[in-house]
């Protein structure tokens, strides 16, 4: 039996095709519930990370549209919502697949905060887009109005808000569930937590925390994660079976078994796109590094094959 942190992209949850909609996402998490229920099925201790992109963008959006009447919350707090709602999406659905397979347990998941540092470089050049694409007046008006940093997009035709990515340094709750986990509960509960990456905070005065407007990379977090509740196996879900080299050109190659030293070459001669792929391996080698046994990335239906050391890029000896 071993410890498996699954990180989960917004295509596990959400299409990108879909409307958007509870029902589709609901859809769609109705389909990946399974796959996750097997893994508990075949005895493996699961913990569940995931994305919240589309999600976050979904709550700025309508933060925007309902400012006058309702004061929009800062980014973290939209954060906290996403965790709350995607998190309440996977425990409906893994529940009742986890029933079906026989392999009942409580889905647990956890509003999570992840430290940052507040000299982390990223604050002063902010580079993850979000929201949606304003012109130019719109931009200039909201650098004005609001603060934001906005950076042209010029390829989509418009302007986006942009905000730090910091790196992740550590869960805040991390330890209590690891004390769970190696205590009875692995055994009875399904963790969920860091949803997209963690609320962002930033130690204050006094031992207290406070939320940044940031957002964190959620595979950079799923390798703290891993690291901090021990897992012995990253599986790292996305909506291609592999990482390729060529990636998207004639001489694309999916990767299969791989060691961490070539992963590491390819990446270095920049074979992994930033902002997608490449946080996916940069995690995963941090994860290796700190002394994870087996990582996999793959999309959801080669997952079971993917832990099984039989699909996917993989490093490592599946536990
Ligand atoms: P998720 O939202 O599932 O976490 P992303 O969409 O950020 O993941 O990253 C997955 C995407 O990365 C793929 O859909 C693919 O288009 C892109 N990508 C970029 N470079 C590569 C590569 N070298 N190999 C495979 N996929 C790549
Ligand atoms: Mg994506």
């Given at each position: 039996?071993?410890?498996?942190?699954?990180?989960?992209?917004?295509?596990?949850?959400?299409?990108?095709?879909?409307?958007?909609?509870?029902?589709?996402?609901?859809?769609q998490?109705?389909?990946?519930?399974?796959?996750?229920?097997?893994?508990?099925?075949?005895?493996?201790?699961?913990?569940?990370?995931?994305?919240?992109?589309?999600?976050?963008?979904?709550?700025?959006?309508?933060?925007?549209?309902?400012?006058?009447?309702?004061?929009?919350?800062?980014?973290?707090?939209?954060?906290?919502?996403?965790?709350?709602?995607i998190?309440?999406?996977?425990?409906?659905?893994?529940?009742?697949?986890?029933?079906?397979?026989?392999?009942?347990?409580v889905?647990?998941?956890?509003?999570?905060?992840?430290?940052?540092?507040?000299?982390?470089?990223?604050?002063?050049?902010?580079?993850?887009?979000?929201?949606?694409f304003?012109?130019?007046?719109?931009?200039a008006?909201?650098?004005?109005?609001?603060?934001?940093?906005?950076?042209?997009d010029?390829?989509?035709?418009?302007?986006?808000?942009?905000?730090?990515?910091?790196?992740p340094?550590?869960?805040?709750?991390?330890?209590?569930?690891?004390?769970?986990?190696?205590?009875?509960?692995?055994?009875s509960?399904?963790?969920?937590?860091?949803?997209?990456?963690?609320?962002?905070?930033?130690r204050?005065?006094?031992?207290?925390?406070?939320?940044?407007?940031?957002v964190?990379?959620?595979?950079?977090?799923?390798?703290?994660?891993?690291?901090?509740?021990?897992?012995?196996?990253?599986?790292?879900?996305?909506?291609?079976?592999?990482?390729?080299?060529g990636?998207?050109?004639?001489?694309?190659?999916?990767?299969?078994?791989?060691?961490?030293?070539?992963?590491?070459?390819?990446?270095?001669?920049?074979?992994?796109?930033?902002?997608?792929?490449?946080?996916?391996?940069?995690?995963?080698?941090?994860?290796?590094?700190?002394?994870?046994?087996?990582?996999?990335?793959?999309?959801?239906?080669?997952l079971?094959?993917?832990?099984?050391?039989?699909?996917?890029?993989?490093?490592?000896?599946?536990?």
């Amino acid at each position: 039996m071993a410890r498996v942190l699954v990180a989960l992209g917004g295509n596990a949850i959400q299409r990108a095709h879909d409307a958007g909609t509870w029902a589709d996402a609901t859809r769609q998490m109705r389909r990946t519930a399974p796959v996750l229920a097997a893994i508990v099925a075949r005895g493996h201790e699961l913990v569940v990370t995931h994305g919240n992109g589309p999600q976050v963008g979904d709550l700025l959006r309508e933060a925007e549209l309902g400012a006058r009447e309702v004061p929009p919350p800062p980014m973290h707090v939209l954060d906290a919502e996403s965790e709350g709602q995607i998190g309440y999406l996977i425990a409906q659905e893994l529940s009742a697949a986890l029933r079906t397979a026989r392999v009942p347990r409580v889905v647990v998941p956890i509003v999570s905060r992840t430290e940052v540092a507040r000299r982390d470089p990223a604050f002063r050049h902010p580079t993850k887009p979000v929201g949606r694409f304003y012109s130019a007046a719109e931009a200039a008006r909201l650098r004005r109005t609001a603060g934001w940093t906005l950076r042209e997009d010029a390829a989509r035709g418009g302007w986006r808000r942009v905000v730090p990515s910091p790196r992740p340094r550590r869960w805040l709750e991390g330890d209590a569930v690891r004390a769970a986990l190696d205590g009875r509960l692995g055994r009875s509960c399904v963790f969920v937590v860091t949803g997209g990456g963690g609320i962002p905070v930033v130690r204050g005065g006094g031992g207290r925390y406070e939320g940044v407007e940031a957002v964190i990379d959620k595979d950079r977090a799923a390798a703290v994660v891993a690291a901090q509740i021990g897992a012995a196996t990253l599986a790292i879900v996305t909506d291609v079976p592999g990482a390729a080299v060529g990636y998207g050109t004639p001489r694309q190659r999916w990767l299969g078994r791989v060691d961490a030293a070539e992963l590491r070459r390819y990446r270095r001669a920049g074979e992994f796109a930033e902002g997608s792929m490449g946080p996916k391996v940069t995690a995963g080698l941090e994860f290796l590094a700190a002394g994870g046994r087996y990582l996999v990335i793959t999309d959801i239906p080669s997952l079971a094959r993917g832990l099984a050391g039989r699909a996917g890029t993989r490093v490592g000896e599946p536990p």
